[in-house]
């Protein structure tokens, strides 16, 4: 049977693909498919076909289903890559074998992914993420946290590169303190903003790039707001500077801002800003990973973890289809979709694991090191030349 990488397909040009055509399998038998669906992509499904008619190994540039017992779940013609977990864990393929060499840079979600429900991470993962570092990948945590809340993290794990914190909108080195990047919004949009979620009753936490001068954001009080925030407040209050009028005049190096309320509340607040400024800011919903509530999270245009990747890996030279990307929640979405491989957690939020290319164990049992373990125990395969 042909290896990973041995067919045409693996290495023909993109513009020679036929990308994004699915056909649905009859039987798990290819054949069956091609003569049942006659797409123009045909021939690169015959070419996939093992003697028996079932699906084999493919390179870079196929989206195929698991294969397994003799029986293929899907296949997919197209420049990404679609798995699930395999029904039978006996019949598993090692992550790497699947798609081809490891990613040059893996781009790793906190909170539900690199930590554990009880917000810690296990020794298992540090070993995991030890090793692909020391295999030559770059891995970067990209995070919804606070760059001040982020540090521990990263030491915990051996991380040293920027950290892309706050949902992409401030990129700090974590040696130096030094800022890689901060967002910042079109004039008047911050204070439209502002404006809108005042009137809808709700209160406001702005962040500042502020780590040196000992305070990370900015707020009317400390007892405002639901019974989430006045928490999130009282457990962060050496940490923010009191602005009574922060929604008429806002710090003018704001790069990001939140609210906090029930779930149904920030979903309305969400629309409210979305029918209100449109493209000209990035605004999600995301459920707090550590107080009662939900997070509408506020960013300048085109801000999220992606973009944060972005920043990192184009001045380094990597391409987006040489990053794999893990997480859990909505706030990963943009990574997962445009990563070369995007990879959901097994808790991870239903619309992350529609999207995901592959799905992991849960952050209870370790699934972020199952990925790596999967990705870099596969026979003859080595970062270490590639750096």
């Known amino acids: 049977m042909p290896g990973a990488g041995d067919h ?64 293929t779940t899907g296949i997919r013609v197209g420049c990404r890559h679609r798995l699930g977990r395999p029904a039978d864990a006996s019949g598993s393929a090692s992550i790497a074998a699947m798609f081809g060499t490891p990613p040059r840079l893996l781009a790793v979600d906190i909170d539900g992914t690199l930590t554990t429900p009880r917000h810690d991470v296990s020794d298992r993962t540090v070993a995991a993420v030890a090793r692909a570092i020391e295999a030559g990948i770059q891995v970067v945590l990209a995070t919804g946290r606070r760059y001040r809340d982020s540090l521990a993290i990263a030491e915990r794990v051996g991380v040293t590169l920027p950290l892309i914190t706050t949902g992409g909108a401030l990129i700090k080195d974590p040696r130096s303190h030094t800022t890689q ?49 006045r928490s999130y407040l009282a457990n962060n209050q050496s940490l923010a500077r009191l602005s ?13 801002l939140f609210s906090m309320g029930p779930e149904d509340t920030m979903l ?14 990035s605004v999600h919903v995301i459920r707090s990973p550590r107080y009662q509530g939900s997070l509408c999270e506020v960013a300048p245009a085109g801000v999220n973890k992606w973009s944060g990747i972005q920043q ?30 995007g990879v959901a957690m097994g808790n991870a939020d239903p619309r992350i694991r529609d999207a995901a290319d592959h799905i992991t164990a849960a952050n209870d049992a370790d699934g972020l090191a199952e990925l790596i373990e999967q990705m870099l125990d596969s026979p003859s395969r080595s970062l270490t030349d590639r750096r």
């Open 181 to 229: 990047y901060r967002a910042a919004f079109d004039e008047g949009v911050l204070a439209g903003v502002l404006e809108l979620i005042d009137a809808a009753g709700h209160e406001a936490i702005v962040y500042t790039d502020s780590f040196a001068e000992g305070f990370d954001f900015h707020c009317r009080g400390l007892e405002v707001g639901s019974d989430g925030l």
């Open 268 to 281: 309305a607040l969400e629309a409210a800003l979305t029918d209100a400024f449109g493209e000209a800011i």
């Open 8 to 71: 045409a397909i693996g290495h023909r040009p993109a513009a020679e693909r036929s990308p994004h055509v699915w056909a649905e399998v009859v039987d798990g038998v290819i054949p069956l498919a091609v003569e049942k669906h006659g797409h123009e992509s045909a021939p690169d499904l015959a070419d996939l076909a093992a003697p028996d008619g079932n699906l084999v190994n493919a390179g870079n540039g196929l989206e195929v289903g698991i294969s397994h017992s003799g029986h």
């Open 244 to 256: 009574p009028r922060l929604h008429q005049q806002p710090p003018s190096d704001s790069f990001a």
């Open 312 to 341: 990192l890996a184009g001045g380094w030279g990597i391409a987006a289809d040489e990053i794999w990307a893990i997480g859990d929640d909505i706030n990963d979405l943009p990574m997962i979709r445009k990563a070369g491989l």
